[in-house]
T-cell receptor
Framework: EAQVTQNPRYLITVTGKKLTVTCSQN?????MSWYRQDPGLGLRQIYY???????DKGDVPEGYKVSRKEKRNFPLILESPSPNQTSLYFC??????????????FGDGTRLSIL | AQTVTQSQPEMSVQEAETVTLSCTYD???????LFWYKQPPSRQMILVIR??????QNATENRFSVNFQKAAKSFSLKISDSQLGDAAMYFC????????????FGKGTKLSVIP
């Protein structure tokens, strides 16, 4: 089954404690992306990757890091989380060699609470 | 930068009736792609329908159809014969034909279906 898998689904942690949210896709997609969703703001892109070792900032990259060492994986790293990073996070992927009309496939989301 | 506006934060519809969700966008590109995503209480992001700007014919998927007005930069979603399972947040999204594969989302419309 084609899917994007995020882990964990829920996480409560404290300010300053480094955390990583993993994302893996099994569709051999080139493009992967991270979004955060906040009430009244919709989804905003944090970082994206066009392919292995190619990453770039989205609209709200401050406080986040990413890496793309393998095509299937795109982890999101919070080096020193702060309460304003409490949010719902989505990983998404799509094919980039079959045209821009290809939809993004989303993971099930990760609810992060930073105390 | 492209912007996507959903002017209706909340809407409601009677079961079996028809409802239209509005979306407008701002872009200087001539070719682009538009999407509607549904987010039920389960938080999953589910593609509902997509439209290529160069196609004049409005996209249709079963009970879902769009009214795409390129000159007016409008992309509304019509849901016919509304069902209880249609209750969700609906997000309009834009992707340009150049540059990154970023999806720019509107802030969403929460649709309630009244039995």
């Amino acid at each position: 089954e084609a899917q994007v898998t995020q882990n964990p689904r829920y996480l409560i942690t404290v300010t300053g404690k480094k955390l990583t949210v993993t994302c893996s896709q099994n569709m051999n997609h080139e493009y992967m992306s991270w979004y955060r969703q906040d009430p009244g703001l919709g989804l905003r892109q944090i970082y994206y990757s066009m392919n292995v070792e190619v990453t770039d900032k989205g609209d709200v990259p401050e406080g986040y890091k990413v890496s793309r060492k393998e095509k299937r994986n795109f982890p999101l790293i919070l080096e020193s989380p702060s309460p304003n990073q409490t949010s719902l996070y989505f990983c998404a992927s799509s094919s980039s060699d079959r045209g821009r009309n290809q939809p993004q496939h989303f993971g099930d989301g990760t609810r992060l609470s930073i105390l | 930068a492209q912007t996507v506006t959903q002017s209706q934060p909340e809407m409601s519809v009677q079961e079996a009736e028809t409802v239209t969700l509005s979306c407008t966008y701002d872009t200087s590109e001539s070719d682009y792609y538009l999407f509607w995503y549904k987010q039920p209480p389960s938080r999953q992001m589910i593609l509902v329908i997509r439209q290529e700007a160069y196609k004049q014919q409005n996209a249709t998927e079963n009970r879902f159809s769009v009214n795409f007005q390129k000159a007016a930069k409008s992309f509304s979603l019509k849901i016919s014969d509304s069902q209880l399972g249609d209750a969700a947040m609906y997000f309009c999204a834009y992707r340009g034909d150049t540059g990154s594969y970023q999806l720019t989302f509107g802030k969403g419309t929460k649709l309630s279906v009244i039995p």
